[in-house]
């Protein structure tokens, strides 16, 4: 069981906005840097947002992310069918000095 | 361009110790920030840390297998070996190797990976 908790799975239709949650404690999301990551099946998963809420190089602004307290939040607008994939948020945890993985949730564009 | 690939066997006995190699290019892990680390993704589960060494060689493992689990510079300067002793089948996994940006001020950026390696655990 992750000590940071996504939902399982997600949905929407092409151009609605999903957002996906990612819940944590003071000892990890409420210290440090939330990071979320795209993985699609038998491929090398992919940073998508770091530090809370910046984008690497080649990611749209229609995804973006924030964090408030010990929770944070990814968004997708304008949906489209190749954001279907499963996505992960992961951050560093002062007590176990360990990085942790949410349990990634799936995204389905229907 | 920084990549990273993972080799070793593809199969492993149960109580046996699995070892990989990390081989990457386009960065030193001398530099200042830098670290390499592994993550490994069974199949149909989640993501799962395993642990990261340091530019300076420190080195941070995950709680739950600090005791079977050794994270190591190789030979060469561009080696990162993973050692994981006794293994059971529950550690059946595509295991990634991972850079961790000198930028970052946490362990959890990791901006590149590895293809991954596809590890069964079966006798």
């Known amino acids: 069981q992750s000590v940071l908790t996504q939902p399982p799975s997600v949905s929407g239709t092409p151009g609605q906005r999903v957002t996906i949650s990612c819940s944590g404690s003071d000892r990890n999301i409420g210290k440090s840097a939330v990071n979320w990551y795209r993985h699609f099946p038998g491929t090398a998963p992919k940073l998508l947002i770091y530090?809370?809420?910046e984008r690497p190089s080649g990611v749209p602004d229609r995804v973006s992310a924030s964090r408030s307290g010990t929770s944070a939040s990814l968004a997708i607008n304008g949906l489209q069918s190749e954001d279907e994939a499963d996505y992960y948020c992961?951050?560093?945890?002062?007590?176990?000095?360990?990085?942790?993985f949410g349990g990634g949730t799936k995204l389905s564009v229907l | 361009q920084i990549t990273l690939n993972e080799s070793g066997p593809t199969l492993v006995k149960p109580t046996q110790t699995l070892t990989l190699t990390c081989t990457f290019s386009g960065f030193s892990l001398s530099t200042h920030g830098v670290g390499v680390g592994w993550i490994r993704q069974p199949p149909g589960k989640a993501l799962e840390w395993l642990g990261l060494?340091?530019?300076?060689?420190?080195?941070r493992y995950s709680p739950s297998l600090k005791n079977r689990l050794t994270i190591t510079r190789g030979t060469s300067n561009n080696q990162v070996v993973l050692t994981l002793s006794n293994v059971d089948p529950v550690d059946t996994a595509t295991y990634y190797c991972v850079h961790r940006t000198a930028a970052s001020g946490t362990s959890a950026q990791l901006d590149y990976w590895g293809q991954g390696t596809l590890v069964t655990v079966s006798s």
């Open positions: 992961a951050a560093w945890d002062e007590d176990l000095s360990a990085v942790l």
């Open positions: 060494t340091y530019w300076d060689d420190d080195k």
């Open positions: 530090s809370n809420d």
